[in-house]
């Protein structure tokens, strides 16, 4: 009785065995080589997937998801012989299950040794400052040369990226040194351009500034003429209204000689041949109105005499306004 119950004890555990190793659930994204009796048989996608237990074995396991691998730093000789240190970052996918697991033993080192190769071909061939300003030509010769070398290994190379490119330290001091002058460069020539438009400013400033005031002047000059020629006119226009006698331009002309004098600056004045004239009609016509008073005088009868008359000066009615 006891062995017929670890007999049936034995055949359970089998069974349970063999359901387990029948039973193959895969994760999506994910691929797992079957291999029967050491030979490659068939590829298990994601999901639930039968096979034989006791014959049919599991090999491996393989991520189809992209991958990021980083690369310790690597030194590289350039063509002008410093060696700079490169770290490179590698995104790739497994596109074939069964390549990845027979054609290369081990794809992870194949890729880290293949493209340490291909850097140091590639760096070797240019100088420090073209590698150091040519990283996308750098990466894009890196996925090409890794592609097309892993493409039998069922893997295929997304992107290269380098991560940091590190010159020997002497060379980072000469290059801080060189950036350091252009920088100063780039200022003292920024500086000299900005006085230099500062004072182009500042002239074409002053240049409207005196073509603005000379045209002002010239302005002021022309409305004072033409104000100057009005009053002259509406003067003129006054007197030939007015009709004024020689008596009263004689007056007014006597009356003007005191302001031609006035000013320190007024040395020598010149008078006029006319203003004899116009003072011997001034001095006849004063001589006539002192004559004419005198007669009344002597007279006694009041002007009924038989002595001439004098014209008497004019009202201030008929004498002429001039403003």
């Known amino acids: ?3 017929i119950i670890i007999v049936l004890i034995i055949l359970v555990v089998l069974v349970v065995i063999a359901l387990v190793q029948t039973i193959q659930v895969i994760q999506q994204a994910s691929a797992a080589i079957v291999e029967r009796f050491g030979r490659y048989t ?7 997937n039968i096979v034989v237990p006791f014959i049919d074995r599991i090999r491996n396991r393989i991520d189809l998801r992209e991958q990021v691998v980083p690369f310790p730093p690597q030194p590289v000789i350039t063509q002008d012989n410093l060696v700079v240190n490169i770290d490179t970052v590698i995104y790739y996918q497994v ?3 069964r390549a990845a697991t027979y054609e290369v033993s081990n794809y992870i080192q194949a890729i880290e040794q293949l493209t340490v190769t291909t850097l140091r071909n590639i760096i070797g061939g240019m100088d420090l400052e073209r590698t150091l300003t040519s990283r996308e030509e750098i990466n894009a010769a890196l996925r090409g040369v890794l592609d097309e070398a892993t493409g039998k290994w069922g893997i295929r190379v997304n992107r290269v990226e380098l991560k940091a490119i590190e010159p020997p330290t002497s060379i980072q001091d000469s ?3 060189q950036m ?3 920088r100063d460069k780039r200022a003292a020539i920024l ?3 900005g006085v230099r438009q500062s004072e182009i400013l500042q002239a074409e400033g002053a240049k409207q500034s005196e ?5 002002g002047d010239a302005r002021a000059a022309a409305l004072r003429s033409e104000g100057e020629a009005q009053a002259i006119r509406t003067v003129f226009e006054a007197i030939h209204a007015g009709d004024a006698d020689q008596k009263l331009l004689s007056y007014q002309y006597v009356q003007m000689l005191p302001k031609i004098a006035q000013g320190e600056s007024n040395k020598l004045w010149i008078v006029p ?11 006849g016509n004063l001589n006539r109105i002192t004559g004419a008073g005198d007669n009344d005088n002597g007279g006694g009868n009041g002007g009924q005499g038989g002595g001439p008359t004098l014209d008497k000066p004019p009202s201030p009615r008929e004498r002429p306004y001039i403003e």
């Open 175 to 177: 290059m801080e040194k």
């Open 42 to 48: 068939r590829t298990l996608n994601a999901g639930l």
């Open 191 to 193: 500086q000299a351009e």
């Open 1 to 3: 009785m006891d062995a």
């Open 273 to 283: 041949s006319e203003i004899g004239e116009a003072l011997k009609g001034l001095g």
């Open 180 to 182: 350091r002058a252009d």
């Open 211 to 215: 073509i603005l005031r000379a045209e």
């Open 95 to 97: 596109t074939d299950a």
